[in-house]
């Protein structure tokens, strides 16, 4: 649990930040390199491109395979299978991964202690 | 339109010959020379002298994939860029392989525009968001998927109306 949590804290580098897109090629501009970092992109980013990442799966295979957190991954799939959209999909995103991080954080602290 | 870097001075008939070549650039220096109503001799040395002084780069074979059965979508991307890294992006665009052409343009914007091909839109995408977005200076991508291509030329030749049209 420690170990992966900070591999799941970690700072990515840009080959492996996740990129916001709107739809096929049109890229936001906005990327994230983190959790943290990616959890404050959600608040704001064009919900469009929320609904066309979790359409595909990307938001799940990030976390799951750069950052190795397997659990906020099946998290964000039931989030997907509820076939949520717009504002109430942003609101349930931002709430999980909020969650997730600070259990994240707070299990870091202690391994930390 | 005068050329850049001219060291000869191309005459009406050379320019008639660049026309045919572009139209199909298997055609004899014979076939050239009767359309033209010149000897082939004229029209050989004429290729020769346009192909040493660098004004005819190659020859090459236009292939219809669509014939070939083989699958591909061809896409424009308008890359928003930051100005200090405009030329950097280009460059690194160029090397792949996907990329057919890439060029730089301003608008309100520094632009780089590159036409590039994918087999689908699938791995459009995953070219796009792996390779192009995480280049340092894009700030932003526009993807375009043509859809039907009603022209297609390399370039457009000087006083074309005119040379269509040559008295014989």
Known sequence: MTSSSLKALRNVNRDEAFYFFTSI?????????????????IKDIDIKSLEFHLFREDFEKWVAQT???GRLAEEIKFLR??????????????????RRLKELKSSQSTYVR | MKPKYQ???LDDLDWHILRLLQENSKQTYTEIGSKLNVAHSTVYDRIQK????????????????DKMGIQQITALMTITTDPRETENIANKMAKFGQALEVSTSISDTFIVDAKVVAQNQADLHTFVAKFIAPLPGVLRIRT?????????ERFCLPNSESAGKRKE
């Open chain 2, 50 to 65: 346009m192909e040493e002084q660098g004004f005819i780069k190659k020859y090459e074979a236009v292939i219809d994939y």
């Open chain 2, 144 to 152: 375009a998927i043509v859809t039907r291509k009603y022209k297609e």
């Open chain 1, 67 to 69: 950052l190795g957190d």
């Open chain 1, 25 to 41: 090629g049109n890229y936001t501009g906005q990327s994230a390199g983190s959790l943290d970092e990616f959890l404050q992109k």
């Open chain 1, 81 to 98: 299978n509820q076939k949520l959209s717009g504002n109430a999909l942003r609101d349930r995103l931002y709430f999980t991964i909020s």
């Open chain 2, 7 to 9: 060291a000869i001075t």
